[in-house]
């Protein structure tokens, strides 16, 4: 179980501090101080290496998510792309929940247009995605990417999750900042959001899907080699 009740639930190995501490230092990525609630035991805190560990995958997602901005395939739309980057940011929010995508979404995407695309920054597409890192991180716990394992029922949720977080994001916030920030006319704008939800939620569906499924199973199998 994920929460202890005190003396309830087995013990750490060396009688200092209950099972959620033991839980925390085993699976850094999947249990942070946020995923324990108060009780007569006190607050389980989160120290200081695992939280680094955190931190340094959100670095890492969100350069290799900037980096994949280059790989892009053109679309009937203009200034439209099938980005397989949009799988990088599924798998990354799914392990890493809300905060870490929504890192991994604006930033990875500030620093894409400002390495790839001659410096031109689209502050709405980029809170977009950010938008989108929020919806799949989310459900963090849900997928159990790195517990139990990402199986058909998680699969079935993140395919549910990822379409209803992409077609708000690409449906109404996009575009709506476009119009707003940026004085675009409405059609235009309306047309690409359209066109991006269908690209987007093609490409996390399918690679996001297989990123996750593969990254859970890697993970489970180098936990089980550690013992």
């Not at 850094?28 to 995958?57: H, I």
């Not at 997928?143 to 058909?152: C, I, Q, S, Y």
């Amino acid at each position: 179980e994920k929460y202890c009740r005190g003396r309830q639930k087995k013990r750490c190995r060396d009688n200092r501090s209950c099972y959620r501490r033991l839980l925390v230092e085993r699976n850094p990525l999947r249990y942070t101080v946020t995923d324990f609630k108060a009780d007569r035991n006190g607050l389980e805190k989160m120290n200081t290496k695992n939280l680094v560990k955190r931190m340094a995958g959100a670095v890492v997602g969100t350069l290799l998510f900037a980096v994949v901005t280059q790989i892009e395939i053109s679309s009937p739309v203009a200034n439209t792309y099938l980005q397989p980057r949009m799988g990088i940011l599924a798998v990354v929010s799914a392990v890493g929940g809300p905060l870490i995508g929504a890192i991994c979404g604006f930033v990875g995407h500030l620093l894409g247009d400002y390495w790839f695309q001659q410096r031109e920054v689209w502050l709405s597409w980029a809170l977009a995605e950010a938008l989108v890192g929020v919806g799949i991180g989310f459900f963090r716990q849900k997928f159990d990417v790195l517990g139990k394992g990402f199986h058909t029922r998680q699969g079935l949720l993140f395919e549910a999750v990822q379409v209803g977080a992409n077609a708000l994001a690409w449906l109404a916030v996009a575009p709506l900042l476009d119009v707003v920030l940026y004085g675009q006319m409405a059609e235009k704008v309306f047309l690409q959001g359209a066109e991006a939800f269908l690209l987007n939620a093609v490409i996390t569906g399918v690679l996001g899907l297989l990123l996750l499924a593969a990254f859970s199973q890697c993970y489970l199998r180098l936990r089980r080699f550690r013992g």
